[in-house]
């Protein structure tokens, strides 16, 4: 049990030394990895054992906790997909903002030398 309480602080340093250097979001990343530690922590706890395992009608407490565990990850990715579906939304208008910009500057090219830029 120690052990396993260990890893999950071995983890939660590991992340924290990731967002301390700029390669994970805080705003995104949290309510999710809070998760995981909590179902980390209450791994043994008697809750999982006494109500959570009967209702979601599992007969070991295990597949509760892998039953969560999945639920999280599939929550997380669907967290991922949304924010990854934005910025391609964003890619686009800038694409075409930039492509805008760039035929109304060769129109006025254009009509002011007559030839078109080279």
Do not use: E
Request: net charge positive; charged share 10%.
């Amino acid at each position: 049990m120690l052990l396993r309480k260990l890893i999950i602080v071995a983890l939660a340093l590991v992340l924290w030394l990731l967002y301390r250097r700029g390669l994970i979001r805080v705003d995104i990343t949290t309510p999710w990895l809070i998760g995981f530690v909590l179902l980390g922590f209450f791994y043994d706890h008697p809750l999982i054992d006494n109500w959570l395992t009967p209702t979601l009608g599992v007969s070991f407490p295990i597949y509760a906790i892998l039953l969560l565990s999945v639920g999280l990850l599939l929550a997380l990715v669907t967290s991922i997909l949304v924010m990854a579906s934005r910025i391609h939304v964003r890619g686009i208008a800038l694409a075409r903002r930039l492509a805008g910009t760039a035929l109304h500057d060769q129109a006025r090219h254009l009509a002011a030398h007559g030839s078109p830029p080279c």
